[in-house]
């Protein structure tokens, strides 16, 4: 009986210290003092020091033990992270240099161009004559050269016509607004896709004209044929307004075939009606004035036909 309350007592020891590793924590050693005591003469005889042992190790969980569980999973090595970056600032180096070789040619398209349209703009100002469309059509080969050096550039990133495309998308679309334009100065019809793609020596297989860029510049076409009807009817061509209408109407009627979404092709599509409107105001000022092609009033053809 004499080792019961020694035994007692470092069975609560211990209990105590697997619930707190903390001796200093005085929450816990208030709870633990209010334990009844258990006295000796009370106690029953079977309590012996082997019955109460030490609780085992694993069993005690500590904050030093929980704190530890983390080393076991590794974090990300910095040798593969400085890897990925280092492939990421190869890739985009690349990018850049080649975006820049782009961009050196697209500014020489852009500036024949503007030559190109410099050349045009003249026809505004009386008939267009041969010699006007020559030094037009002269820019064509230029812009050939132009094109064929592009695709020699993109030829370098096989499969990626589209992620640079858009830094020669709006200057296309102007170089297919004149082509088409001089074309119908020549001919009455419009330009088709595979006969812009023959003058810019573009090849659909590797590097072609895109359909939508064809289709805006085409548009953009129709922009001009309104200010030309009102010069041609001013230096006298009568017959200009009819000759544009027709071809205005039978355009927008083929573009009425398309399921267009509501993007920037759509809303230069629409800029067309009013395009085609100009021009049937100005054809019925010329109809309702009696003019015929040769510039002369249906009235006077009449009495000098009579006398």
């Known amino acids: 009986?004499?080792?019961?309350?020694?035994?007692?007592?470092?069975?609560?020891?211990?209990?105590?210290?697997?619930?707190?590793?903390?001796?200093?924590?005085?929450?816990?050693?208030?709870?633990?003092?209010?334990?009844?005591?258990?006295n000796a003469s009370h106690s029953p005889s079977y309590f012996t020091p082997e019955t109460f042992r030490p609780l085992s190790p694993v069993c005690c969980f500590s904050s030093a033990s929980m704190a530890g569980g983390s080393d076991h999973s590794a974090p990300p090595s910095s040798h593969s992270l400085e890897k990925q970056f280092g492939d990421f600032r190869v890739q985009l180096e690349e990018s850049g240099s080649l975006r820049e070789r782009i961009r050196a040619v697209v500014?020489?398209?852009?500036?024949?161009?503007?030559?190109?349209?410099a050349s045009l703009l003249l026809v505004h100002q009386s008939r267009p004559t041969p010699e006007l469309l020559e030094k037009a059509k002269s820019y064509v080969?230029?812009?050939?050269?132009?094109?064929?050096?592009?695709?020699?550039?993109?030829?370098?990133?096989?499969?990626?016509?589209?992620?640079?495309?858009g830094d020669w998308r709006s200057e296309t679309q102007s170089v297919v607004s004149l082509l088409t334009f001089m074309h119908w100065l020549e001919t009455g019809s419009l330009l088709m896709?595979?006969?812009?793609?023959?003058?810019?020596?573009?090849n659909s297989s590797e590097f072609g004209l895109d359909?939508?860029?064809?289709?805006?510049?085409?548009?953009?076409?129709?922009?001009?044929?309104?200010?030309?009807?009102?010069?041609?009817?001013?230096?006298?061509?009568?017959?200009?307004?009819?000759?544009?209408l027709k071809f205005l109407t039978e355009l927008h009627a083929a573009f009425r075939m398309l399921?267009?979404?509501?993007?920037?092709?759509?809303?230069k599509f629409d800029g067309m009606k009013y395009?085609?409107?100009?021009?049937?105001?100005?054809?019925?000022?010329?109809?309702?004035?009696?003019?015929?092609p040769n510039g002369e009033l249906v009235g006077d053809q009449e009495v000098k036909e009579q006398s």
């Open 141 to 165: 080969n230029v812009l050939k050269d132009h094109y064929k050096q592009l695709a020699e550039v993109l030829r370098e990133c096989s499969g990626q016509y589209y992620r640079y495309h």
């Open 193 to 202: 896709h595979s006969e812009a793609e023959e003058k810019l020596g573009l």
């Open 1 to 38: 009986m004499q080792y019961i309350r020694p035994a007692f007592r470092n069975a609560r020891y211990t209990f105590s210290r697997s619930l707190n590793p903390n001796p200093n924590n005085p929450f816990l050693l208030v709870t633990l003092h209010a334990l009844p005591s258990v």
């Open 259 to 267: 399921n267009l979404r509501n993007d920037f092709l759509r809303k």
């Open 211 to 244: 359909i939508e860029d064809y289709l805006i510049g085409v548009c953009f076409m129709s922009n001009e044929l309104p200010r030309y009807v009102v010069n041609q009817v001013t230096a006298g061509d009568y017959d200009c307004p009819r000759k544009v």
């Open 275 to 292: 395009d085609l409107r100009r021009v049937e105001e100005v054809y019925y000022d010329v109809k309702i004035r009696g003019l015929t």
């Open 107 to 117: 500014t020489e398209i852009e500036s024949t161009t503007r030559l190109m349209y």
